[in-house]
């Protein structure tokens, strides 16, 4: 057994302000990199922000490959 670090536990609750943009959901110059998550560009807060940055990655990697499958 591992022991524990902190006896306490620490909840943070974090919101976006208007002047902050999300980390980008791929790297162009990087092939098949993708990334998805409650810190990536999306709609809505952390929890919509998760889902909705891999739903948009999701829809990426599907146009890609229908791109590749109609070339």
């Known amino acids: 057994m591992v022991p524990r670090v902190s006896k306490v536990a620490v909840v943070q609750a974090i919101k976006w302000t208007m002047h902050q943009r999300g980390l980008p959901t791929h790297l162009p110059k990087i092939v098949n990199c993708f990334f998805a998550g409650d810190w990536c560009r999306g709609a809505g807060q952390l929890s919509e922000l998760s889902?909705?940055?891999?739903?948009?990655?999701?829809?990426?990697?599907?146009?890609?490959?229908?791109?590749?499958?109609?070339?």
């Open 51 to 71: 889902f909705s940055s891999a739903y948009d990655v999701c829809q990426q990697i599907i146009k890609k490959q229908a791109a590749k499958n109609s070339a």
